[in-house]
């Protein structure tokens, strides 16, 4: 009854092809939050999936209704071992983006788990069925190996997050006593780099908006009208130019975060941004001046253009379009308050003469930026377990540079938030050929065996890390 039997008995489960098993059915279920007419395979995620093996670790399971009109249903589960032990929760979840088979190599299928050399490719593989799936065989070697987790255990699969979330936050309040913990921890998102155990303690926002220049009702032939009539196109992409420099630079000063804290700098200083073999060059110039990669990525905003339209791309006619988009994005940290981000920039626009472009959310919520103090008791628990169980030095983000949920739990539950992610940037999540890296799972289960174990020793900040 030891850790290292612990880690034992989960590394066992994976090289005797238990996790390879385990991931395949689940990713054969074709759970794409994003089709309206998945409502059969949701809840086969759950009800014929999640709740049998949770149950069968001893979970007491719900599936809930999502307070969201048409959201897609929730799991809680809550192992209580007893009063006054630490309550740690958990999350994952259990839907994926659209397969999109015919976007995917030869020999490749999204709904068939098929393994090529160190990969597992297939829907769902890094995001996030293969993460949730580490961490309840990890669970489950501590129960096995101990007879019990030495802590209580609540549990909530979600299946609406490739679709934002909806209704999460509205249910994570209604339910607020099902959920009550002393700590998140869960696992989502890339390491840092491949080899390098990785806690991220918070997220960047995203606030995802339109600019529209709409000048009149349609097109007029460029050899009669050109130089007279005023081109959408032209004035979008100036406006646009207005925003950041030719390299990146955000040049409204309200749109940034007030600076690093000397924290996040120091745990920042020595974290690597390693995509593996697949991944593209880094632009070193581009973004802020002065600061370093993860810095860049982990502690300071962003402005990217996602999408640009004006006259027929497909199909250019000598004609001057009437009308252009822009889908933008604010990549954003703490600091800076996203309601405010439109006013900010129609003010901006209208002093540099762009009064013609309207401005509007492009999606109906947007994640707030969340952030854990990398001094935090909780953060350094798990910090020192997971260098424990691989003698590496774990690298610590204060923010994941992408976006998740977090702020439901930091902010709404209120509670201090680990996350140990158990993919990497080069994985093609939300792409054709999505895969988990075989050496990363597998260390992925000995730091949760190893973490979870801990979790039932003595010595946990429980009441020291809110």
């Not at 395979?41 to 049998?52: F, G, Q, V």
């Not at 379009?321 to 209208?350: E, M, W, Y």
């Amino acid at each position: 009854m030891t850790r290292d039997a612990a880690i034992g008995r989960a590394l066992s489960y994976f090289d005797a092809g238990g996790f390879e098993s385990d991931l395949a059915r689940r990713v054969a279920i074709r759970s794409e939050s994003q089709n309206p007419e998945a409502g059969p395979e949701i809840d086969r995620y759950l009800a014929d999936e999640m709740r049998p093996v949770l149950d069968g670790l001893g979970f007491g399971c719900r599936i809930l209704p999502n307070p969201h009109p048409g959201g897609w249903p929730m799991l809680v589960a809550e192992r209580i071992e007893g009063a006054g032990l630490p309550t740690v929760l958990t999350y994952g979840h259990g839907d994926v983006v659209l397969g999109r088979p015919e976007e995917w190599r030869d020999g490749l299928d999204p709904w068939t788990v098929t393994r090529e050399g160190d990969r597992l490719y297939g829907r769902g593989t890094a995001d996030n069925k293969g993460q949730h799936t580490i961490n309840i065989a990890a669970i489950d070697s501590v129960l096995k190996t101990r007879g019990r987790l030495g802590f209580n255990c609540r549990y909530l699969i979600e299946m609406g997050e490739e679709t934002g979330s909806p209704g999460l936050r509205a249910f994570c309040r209604e339910h607020r006593a099902l959920l009550e913990a002393d700590v998140l921890i869960a696992s989502d998102g890339p390491r840092s780099s491949l080899d390098r155990p990785t806690l991220f303690l918070g997220a960047r926002g995203a606030y995802n908006f339109h600019m529209d220049v709409d000048l009149r009702d349609g097109g007029h032939h460029s050899g009669n009208w050109g130089g007279l009539l005023a081109n959408p196109g032209i004035i979008l992409a100036h406006a646009i130019a207005s925003i950041t420099t030719a390299r990146g630079k955000i040049l409204i000063p309200e749109l940034l975060p007030p600076g690093i804290p000397e924290a996040v700098k120091r745990a920042l200083a020595d974290i690597d941004h390693d995509g593996g073999e697949d991944a593209p060059e880094i632009d070193e110039d581009w973004g802020e001046p002065g600061l370093s990669i993860a810095e860049k990525v982990h502690a300071w905003n962003s402005f990217e253009v996602l999408a640009f339209k004006t006259g027929n791309p497909d199909n250019p006619v000598n004609a001057i379009p009437p009308r252009a988009r822009a889908t933008c994005q604010i990549r954003f940290t703490v600091g800076v308050d996203p309601s405010k981000f439109l006013d900010i920039l129609r003010k901006h626009l209208d002093a540099h003469g762009f009064p013609m472009i309207a401005l509007s959310k492009a999606r109906q919520a947007y994640a707030n930026a969340t952030r854990l103090d990398p001094e935090n008791p909780w953060a350094k628990f798990c910090e020192a377990s997971l260098a424990r169980s691989t003698n590496k030095k774990t690298a610590v983000l204060p923010s994941l540079g992408g976006t998740l949920p977090n702020d439901v739990f930091a902010d709404d539950l209120g509670l201090p938030t680990i996350w140990v992610p158990h993919s990497y940037t080069g994985c093609c999540q939300h792409a054709p050929n999505e895969h988990m890296l075989v050496p990363v799972a597998r260390e992925a289960l000995r730091l949760m065996a190893g973490l979870f174990w801990d979790l039932g020793e003595p010595g946990t900040p429980v009441g020291k890390g809110r």
